[in-house]
Structures are given as C-alpha cells and as structure tokens.
C-alpha cells in the first residue's frame, strides 16, 4: 500500500518536463500538484523566446500530452516546422496547461523554496517514508505549507546560470558590473537592441546559447554601424559547439554550429580561445575582461557590454534537508554523472534510463529534466520525456512500464573523448572511425568506467540494441 496515496504528486517547474510529468500522472488516474514560479507555464523558456529551436515540431511535444491535448481539439503544428520558445510555449504548453485535466492543478507564481518531510528533517530515518513531503510555497499571498505523497523536481537549471568567474564562483567585478552583463541569450534583435546597436560585446561561452548571440549580433551588424563582438572560449577545442554539420541527425543543430564557426573563420567576430576569466574592471566608462592564458594573463576589450553564455548549475538549497545522492562534480543525479561527465564523455547522449537511476536515497523523490543532468550541457527534451514516463509508472506501482525504458537520441555526429584521457584523437569514441551507433560505443565504455572496468571494446552488440529499441517519437531541444 502506498502511504499517503490520497496526497498529490508535486511536481516542480511547469515546462516542458514538468508538463508532461503532469500529464503522464494525469493518464494513470493520479492526483499532481504542479508549481510554477514563473507568472505563466514554460516561464524559463519565455526567456529566450525570440530563439528558434534546432528540432522540428514533432520532436517537441510529449506523445501523451499530445494525445490528451488532440482529445480537446488541439492540431499539431507542421511536423517539420522549426518552433521558437515563444510558439513552444503558445502552442502547446499554454494549450497544455489549460486542458481541465491539468488546469485546477497548475499553478503559476508558486515557488518552492524548500521542500522537508513533515515533522522531520533529514537526520531521522525510521519510517521515513510514511511522512507526507512538505513544501514550502512562496506565492502573492504568502508562504504556506503543501503536502505531497511524492515529488518529481523538474525546475530546471535556468535560473541559476554560471558566473563568468572560470573558478566557478564570480570573477573579480562580476557582480560590481552586472548592469552591463547578461546572462543566457538576450534578444539582440527585438527588445534589447538599443543595448547592443552599436557597441562593442564580450561574448562568453562555447555552447549553443554562445552561438545564438554571436550571430544575431553579426546579423545587427549588418544594419547598425559600429556593432562588434569579441567571442572568448575557455577550452581550445570547439568540436562541440561547431557539431557534427551535414552528420548531426538534427540538420538545424549542425547548421547552427557550422554557421558560428564560419563566422568565426570570417574574421567578422574575433574568436579568443584558452581564456579563464578572472576579472572585470572599469576603463574609462567601458569594460576590460582579464584572464588566465597559457602565456598568463591576458586582458580584452575595452567592451561595451558582455554576455555570459557560461551554462547554467541545479539550485541544490532547495532539497537542503533531503536524503539527495548527487553526483559529487556535475551535482545531478549520482548514477548519469559518469556516463555525462564532459571530461571524459561528449557524444551529448546517455543510455536508456528511468525511475531507477532517477530516484535518491529519499523514498519518493525524483530529480528529471535538465536538472537530472546537473551542470552537464548535454541533455536533450527526448531524454526528459523518457524520464518521467517512467517514473510516473513507477507511481502508479506498474513496475513492468516503469523498468521498459526505451531512449534512441538523434545522433550529434561528434564523438570525441579529449586526448589526455584516451589517448587518441576524435575520430571516434575509441579510436578509430566513428561507428554508426556511435551513441551506444560512449555508453558501453563510460558504463564501464564507472563499474570499474578496463573499458568498452567499442560498441557491444547488447548496448547497441538497447539504445537503437526505441522509438523516435519524442525529441531533442
């Protein structure tokens, strides 16, 4: 029997993830409480709403919150069509949101800032699990106290971005000059032009958040005299950021990537890599950025502005006084770290999994989503999706659904290990050329090295076919 059954399901975070965590629940008859801090559903995506995503339509939306939205009426947008974040959230999670299903649930402008078990905190470990969750909500009207039989944190990790500092924490001025930083993708074109036109940006960052910015200031360039950008990287190596091109299953991806590296090779942004920010100080009204070179320190600009596009870091005071099992480097959950560990692994994809790996020392509580990943930059929609099929299985107590996990990700068409562990080049994850399940060769040798064991042998059959059983139906971002 499963204690306090006649509690909801709390779900944290009204995006993509934690919507179809929602509808999932909704689909086996379970009661869910979702929390939204943000004034509207998909708030983290709004964000960066002028941004137009690299996966089509149909690999957006979750194939049971589709159903249950096509139960009402609702059409599914052009398979093929390229949605931004704005449409994201316009066409499907807002749509979502409102279904009766899920609309007397959903709450927005509640923020959990805490969640504990009721009378305990996480010292006390007899009967444990027969203590209902309780939430600390922050919302308009005050904080209060919510119960809940279990808790999915689908938060994300947008909220809490990395500091410029390569250190990990704030550089020298960081937050001194903070008026002048923006943190993600600012909308260069649209509602922060008049920052931007014509002036000079320092651009942070070697993701596709980087790339983004990087070319849209090229684009205001075109129109608005005087407009430059300066692009600094802390690695050497933008194998990642450049892609796979014309051999990324997601051809938007790969353009995106080819795009930013031709305009780094056309001189029209000047490219500064085997930078580590140390310090911001202020010259002469502007900004000059010093950091940490292989020839020593080194100092860029003087700068108009900066955009730190630097990634982003799970917010771990909210389950303070939980029994969490994190990853001790990358903070998401302990049993992906080795198999995302961007030191030793950057094919951007992870093998099949679910409750199981999902789960915490904490009976009932799941960490999915990105946050799942931690500070890893590698995770896809596909991938959360999957994820909270599973666990509200699990849930459900239908244990068989809940183990059959079934994941295949578009394949980047990158696959490199860095030569001072492997000791060979990125011709593929092993060495050698790439194979065609060059996501599953990645698997099967980081599985190894987090049992233990000498390595993969490259691609057994048996890892091979657990990634490629799958069916494609959800997808990437």
């Known amino acids: 029997m499963v204690p306090n059954s006649n509690l909801p399901v709390a779900i944290i975070g009204g995006g993509p993830v934690g919507l179809a965590a929602a509808a999932q629940l909704v689909s086996r008859g379970l009661p869910v409480k979702v929390y939204e801090a943000g004034s509207a559903v998909g708030s983290n995506l709004l964000d960066w709403g002028h941004v137009r995503v690299f996966t089509p339509w149909r690999y957006c939306v979750d194939a049971v919150a589709r159903k249950l939205l096509e139960s009402h009426g609702w059409q599914m947008p052009e398979l093929e069509a390229f949605p931004t ?83 990990g924490l704030p550089a020298e001025g960081e937050t001194e000059f903070g008026d002048r930083i923006a943190y993600g993708i600012p909308n260069v074109l649209g509602r ?43 690695s050497t190596d933008l194998v990642r950021i450049y892609g796979g091109g014309d051999a990324d299953a997601l051809p938007a991806r790969g353009e995106l990537g080819s795009d930013v590296r031709q305009l780094a090779e056309s001189g029209r942004v000047r490219l500064v890599r085997g930078f580590a920010t140390v310090a911001i100080r202020e010259v002469d009204g502007r900004l000059a950025v010093e950091g940490q070179t292989k020839d020593g320190l080194r100092t860029l600009g003087p700068v108009d502005r900066i955009i730190a596009a630097t990634g982003q870091r799970p917010d771990l005071t909210l389950t303070r006084e939980l029994r969490l099992d994190l990853d001790p480097w990358l ?53 959360g999706y999957e994820q909270v099929r599973s666990v509200a299985a699990a849930l459900a107590g239908d244990m068989a659904a809940a183990d059959a996990v079934q994941l295949v990700l578009p394949e980047t068409g990158v696959c490199t290990v860095p030569v001072s562990h492997s000791g060979t080049s990125s011709q593929g994850c092993c060495g050698g050329p790439a194979p065609s399940a060059v996501d599953a060769c990645c698997v099967d040798d980081a599985k190894a090295k987090a049992s233990g064991q000498s390595g993969c042998g490259c691609g057994s059959t048996q890892a091979i076919a657990a990634v490629r059983s799958g069916d494609l139906e959800i997808a990437a971002q």
């Open 85 to 167: 974040a704005d449409e994201i959230v316009s066409q499907y999670l807002a749509p979502l949101a409102k279904l009766p299903e899920l609309a007397p649930s959903t709450e927005t402008n509640a923020r959990v800032v805490a969640i504990s078990r009721w009378g305990t905190d996480k010292v006390l470990s007899k009967a444990r699990e027969t203590r209902p969750f309780m939430l600390l909500v922050e919302t308009a009207k005050g904080t209060r106290r919510d119960s809940a039989r279990a808790v999915i944190d689908a938060s994300g990790t947008w909220q809490t971005p990395n500091p410029l500092g390569a250190g």
């Open 192 to 234: 922060d032009r008049h920052l931007y036109a014509g002036r000079t940006t320092l651009v942070v960052g070697a993701g596709h958040s980087a790339a983004n910015a990087l070319l849209e200031l090229d684009r205001l360039a075109e129109t608005e005299p005087g407009t430059s950008a300066l692009w600094v990287t802390r």
């Open 331 to 383: 903070e998401g959950v302990k049993a992906l770290g080795p198999l995302i560990d961007p030191n030793e692994h950057s094919c951007g994809d992870v093998p099949p999994h679910g409750h199981r790996e999902l789960s915490h020392p904490e009976p009932d509580f799941y960490t999915v989503g990105v946050k799942s990943y931690g500070r890893a930059p590698t995770f896809l929609l596909l991938t």
